[in-house]
């Protein structure tokens, strides 16, 4: 019984980044923009479709911002990121930022970020991409 658990605590201790510490230093480039419960979901099933796949109810509870590379999620402090601008990069753009750690919310392990920088890239129009003809 004792060796069946071990892989699957293996296996959960990779699946969740180790906490983060405030004062750290953030670089994100092209990080999700997505709501919190879609992000945790992602993380724990490894399902990055989930990120773009998020329904727009879910933008009402939270914006949070997910790294693909890292499968981290943060929290943007809204001193210099307005809740505005995540709303313009949800459901497809994108946002690079950096910035310093605050505080790691235990239970979820979502990193509070105070962003010095950042540029949004906005998810694009319908129809604005027509491919190669």
């Keep these: 019984m004792r060796r069946a658990a071990l892989p699957l605590l293996a296996a959960l201790t990779v699946a969740v980044p180790p906490p983060a510490r405030a004062g750290q230093e953030v670089e994100v480039t092209a990080g999700v923009v997505t709501g919190l419960s879609c992000a945790l979901q992602a993380r724990e099933k490894g399902n990055l479709r989930l990120l773009s796949a998020c329904p727009p109810a879910e933008a009402q ?45 235990p239970k979820t392990q979502v990193v509070t970020v105070d962003v010095t920088e950042f540029s949004v890239t906005k998810k694009p129009k319908p129809g604005a991409f027509k491919g190669c003809l």
């Design 61 to 105: 509870k939270g914006l949070v911002v997910f790294d693909v590379a890292e499968k981290r999620i943060y929290s943007l402090s809204p001193k210099k990121v307005r809740r505005s601008q995540l709303e313009s990069a949800y459901g497809g753009g994108s946002i690079d930022f950096t910035g310093t750690e605050v505080k790691t919310d």
